[in-house]
Structure formats: C-alpha cells, structure tokens
C-alpha cells in the first residue's frame, strides 16, 4: 500500500497537516517521516471498529498495576467520523494514553510481542549482597512475533533515516533486563565489584 502526502489531507470538513509533503511513500515510509497524511488515511481504510479493536488488544488505554500503584486508563473515541478518525489514528482529538501504559506496549514491540510489566526497583543492595531483586512478570501476547519484529524495524528506521545511521549507532531495544541480569550474574560469580558492573551495565 502506498501513501501520499502533499503536507495537508482534507477530511470531511477538517485537516490533518503534517510538517512538510512527503510525497508517494509506503508504510516503512510513512514511519520513517511520521507521516500524519499517512496513517490518517490508513485509518480511514481500516474504520473506526477496527481501529478500535487494536487499541483494546494493545492495551494502550488500559490501566497498570504493578509495585501496590495503579494507574490512570486511557481513553479513545472510537467515532466514523472522518477527521476525527484521523486525529484519533495518530494519537490526537480526544486521545489519552498513560504512558506507564505506552511504555508497556513497547515493551511488547521490544519483547516479541509479549507486554513487559515494570517494576519500580530493580535491585537493592547492602555493599556487595543483594537484599532485594524485583520478580520479572510478563504480560499477555498483544501481537504476533512477525508483527512486533516488523514494527522495531520501521521504528529504528525513522531514527536512523531521520538523524543518521552515524548519530545514532548504539540503539539497543531491550524488552527484559535479562541480558543487564546475565552480565551482573556472571561478574558476581567473578567477583567483581557492583560499582564496575553498574557501571558497565549503564554504558
């Protein structure tokens, strides 16, 4: 499917702009320009009940509980209404996203697909001992591996293509702290000091 965009896509009376004309473009495209012409079209294809199906299996206006806090839900209107179609589709009219709730989203594009529920403390230590270490709990599949790969992809891409492959070399998407956790596993068995480790894992 391809997109144009001429910086200004009329809808029923309304407007939705974007920064620029991005011309004939395709969907990885699209993010790569976050093109508001784009998916205000691609809302318009799909129709609100669709639309809204997603933003339900997502979870994006779903509150969070985790750590004894509950979050605030979200909220989306799910009309036909052309313009206002368009606007819900790239996150604005009346849109409300929590964004403890987007942060579990992209966890699951960072995951697989499998929502990632936060934590509030990692770890607590007491010199080299460890007195307290958050549980790692997963949340339900929101999307298919194939899907969750594809949208990592094009969302890298809109950093790389906007900012440069040599501005931005060291994007990394991590959906556990398992690879942070190996490498403090090892270096405890290794002895080596929690400052040098805490140190690496933040580099």
């Given at each position: 499917m391809t997109f144009s965009c001429g910086s200004v896509l009329e809808l029923g009376g309304g407007?939705?702009?974007?920064?620029?004309?991005?011309?004939?473009?395709?969907?990885k495209e699209a993010f790569q320009n976050s093109c508001n012409c784009a998916f205000a079209t691609l809302a318009q294809e799909l129709g609100a009940d669709t639309l809204n199906e997603y933003v339900q299996k997502f979870g994006v206006i779903q509150s969070v509980s985790f750590d004894g806090v509950t979050t605030a839900s979200g909220a989306y209107t799910n009309t036909n209404e052309p313009v206002f179609l368009g606007l819900?589709?790239?996150?604005?009219?009346?849109?409300?996203?929590?964004?403890?709730?987007?942060?579990?989203?992209?966890?699951?594009v960072a995951n697989g697909g499998k929502a990632v529920m936060p934590?509030?403390?990692?770890?607590?230590t007491a010199g080299e001992r460890i007195t307290y270490q958050?549980?790692?709990?997963?949340?339900?599949?929101?999307?298919?591996?194939?899907?969750?790969?594809t949208?990592?992809?094009?969302m890298r891409s809109n950093v790389t293509q906007k900012y440069g492959e040599e501005k931005v070399t060291h994007i990394i998407t991590y959906g556990t702290m398992a690879t942070?956790?190996?490498?403090?596993?090892?270096?405890r068995v290794?002895?080596?000091?929690?400052?040098?480790?805490?140190?690496?894992?933040?580099?």
């Open positions: 407007k939705i702009t974007c920064e620029r004309a991005h011309g004939s473009q395709n969907l819900g589709a790239i996150g604005q009219h009346e849109d409300q996203i929590n964004p403890c709730s987007f942060m579990v989203y992209m966890g699951a934590y509030m403390i990692e770890q607590v958050a549980q790692k709990t997963s949340g339900d599949r929101v999307m298919s591996t194939q899907t969750a790969a949208v990592k992809e094009y942070k956790m190996a490498i403090k596993d090892v270096a290794q002895k080596v000091p929690l400052a040098t480790v805490n140190a690496l894992c933040k580099a």
